[in-house]
């Protein structure tokens, strides 16, 4: 496979990963907020400077598509099928 085409692969499917977890997280702090407790969604890592503001869900939704991206371009590249 080449390399243009792992790397289209790689970012649509880590590209989605994000979408679905964000909609988990969603529904996730839409139950707990429901329920009277904190939300996911509030601020825990600052960084003012280079105005960086994320929380827990931000920190959900970027890893999952980091990990999806790194693990779909790692079977793409070995031929996971064969």
Do not use: K, Q
Not at 37 to 52: D, K, L, N, P, Y
Not at 59 to 66: D, I, P
């Amino acid at each position: 496979m080449s390399t243009l085409a792992r790397l289209g692969i790689s970012t649509a499917a880590g590209m989605a990963a994000a979408v679905a977890a964000a909609l988990l997280v969603t529904l996730l702090d839409l139950y707990l907020t429901g329920h009277g407790h904190g939300s996911v969604t509030r601020e825990v890592i600052t960084w003012t400077h280079a105005g960086v503001h994320l929380s827990i869900a931000d920190l959900g939704m970027l890893t999952t598509g980091l990990v999806v991206a790194i693990l779909t371009w790692s079977l793409a590249g070995r031929g996971a099928g064969r």
